[in-house]
T-cell receptor, first 116, second 114 residues
Framework: GAVVSQHPSWVICKSGTSVKIECRSLDFQATTMFWYRQFPKQSLMLMATSNEGSKATYEQGVEKDKFLINHASLTLSTLTVTSAHPEDSSFYIC????????????FGPGTRLLVL | GESVGLHLPTLSVQEGDNSIINCAYSNSASDYFIWYKQESGKGPQFIIDIRSNMDKRQGQRVTVLLNKTVKHLSLQIAATQPGDSAVYFCAEGSPNTGFQKLVFGTGTRLLVSP
């Protein structure tokens, strides 16, 4: 149980284009999903918290107009990297939280983005 | 500020040995802790969690110990296997950041030699 999927698993795009990454909770409903970014050999950095049906909450330093997050249903959240640049190349990981007060976050397999 | 850190960036052990991975946290209000395992190119995998009202929790081959006095968390892996080789992260949740949000440590790489 508690399986989270991401699509695509990897993507290569040209600078200036936009890329959408999907995060789905497959066997449970997630009122909250999180988007992280991870550089090589570093820890996970939270980018934003996404609650179903409401606007995402972005961490300090994360541009909300560049990283568009939509959480339209209890099983799907999307992250769109707009006008991507080479410095946006990274490993993007989502997680989903089950309902409840303090619940474990279950992570997706990650999406590796390479911007040329 | 808040931080969750690890003492050892890399831990090398022999197959069959017991491994201990440590984590220090600075937010005394943290009351929920999780250990994750991350293999190369994959997302973090939940291992075990513990709440602050407990000192110890055991799972299959893993034990988490929590010392709130010194704000220290450890993960013990018994009979370490080559498949345990990965990066291990501790993460904390605290009321003052909202229960939903976790702060991750820097990670420890565990290398298991056959």
């Amino acid at each position: 149980g508690a399986v989270v999927s991401q699509h695509p698993s990897w993507v290569i795009c040209k600078s200036g284009t936009s890329v959408k990454i999907e995060c789905r909770s497959l066997d449970f409903q997630a009122t909250t999903m999180f988007w992280y970014r991870q550089f090589p050999k570093q820890s996970l950095m939270l980018m934003a918290t996404s609650n179903e049906g409401s606007k995402a909450t972005y961490e300090q330093g994360v541009e909300k107009d560049k990283f568009l997050i939509n959480h339209a249903s209890l099983t799907l959240s999307t992250l769109t990297v707009t006008s991507a640049h080479p410095e946006d190349s990274s490993f993007y990981i989502c997680s989903a939280q089950t309902t409840g007060r303090v619940e474990t976050q279950y992570f997706g397999p990650g999406t590796r983005l390479l911007v040329l | 500020g808040e931080s969750v850190g690890l003492h050892l960036p890399t831990l090398s052990v022999q197959e069959g040995d017991n491994s201990i991975i440590n984590c220090a946290y600075s937010n005394s209000a943290s009351d929920y802790f999780i250990w994750y395992k991350q293999e190369s190119g994959k997302g973090p995998q939940f291992i075990i969690d513990i709440r602050s009202n407990m000192d110890k929790r055991q799972g299959q081959r893993v034990t988490v110990l929590l010392n709130k006095t010194v704000k220290h968390l450890s993960l013990q892996i018994a009979a370490t296997q080559p498949g345990d080789s990965a990066v291990y992260f501790c993460a904390e949740g605290s009321p003052n950041t909202g229960f939903q949000k976790l702060v991750f440590g820097t990670g420890t790489r565990l290398l298991v030699s056959p």
